[in-house]
């Protein structure tokens, strides 16, 4: 059974960095698409940023320039790398899992940034 567990959330000042990781455990199926989204209070859940098997990354307009999506494949591992981060990045991240030739798709449990002085 496949199984994501994310880690690195916590409180920071705006202006501050984060990097959120998401280790994948299990039987996973290659090639493979990681992402992570996020669910701000009150609002829907959003796509944040992807990232192919290939490397191929794509982010959403509100973390361009500031967000980095990477993975390590020997570690089975994604991360999200935040910078300079704002209040309304403040949200539940969760990490997904995505085979590229498979409709199932696998969630973190989320892990909550919160971006406030």
């Known amino acids: 059974q496949v199984h994501l567990v994310e880690s690195g959330g916590g409180l920071v000042q705006p202006g501050g960095s984060l990097r959120l990781s998401c280790a994948v455990s299990?039987?996973?199926?290659?090639?493979?698409?990681m992402g992570w989204y996020r669910q701000p209070p009150g609002k829907q859940r959003e796509l944040a940023a992807t990232?192919?098997?290939?490397?191929?990354?794509d982010y959403a307009d509100s973390v361009k320039g500031r967000f980095t999506i990477s993975r390590d494949n020997a570690k089975m591992t994604a991360y999200l790398q935040m910078n300079s981060l704002k209040p309304e990045d403040t949200a539940v991240y969760y990490c997904?899992?995505?085979?590229?030739?498979?409709?199932?798709?696998?969630w973190g449990q989320g892990t909550q940034v919160t971006v406030s002085s």
């Open positions: 997904n899992y995505r085979p590229s030739y498979y409709s199932t798709t696998y």
């Open positions: 299990g039987s996973p199926f290659s090639p493979y698409t």
């Open positions: 990232i192919t098997s290939g490397g191929s990354t």
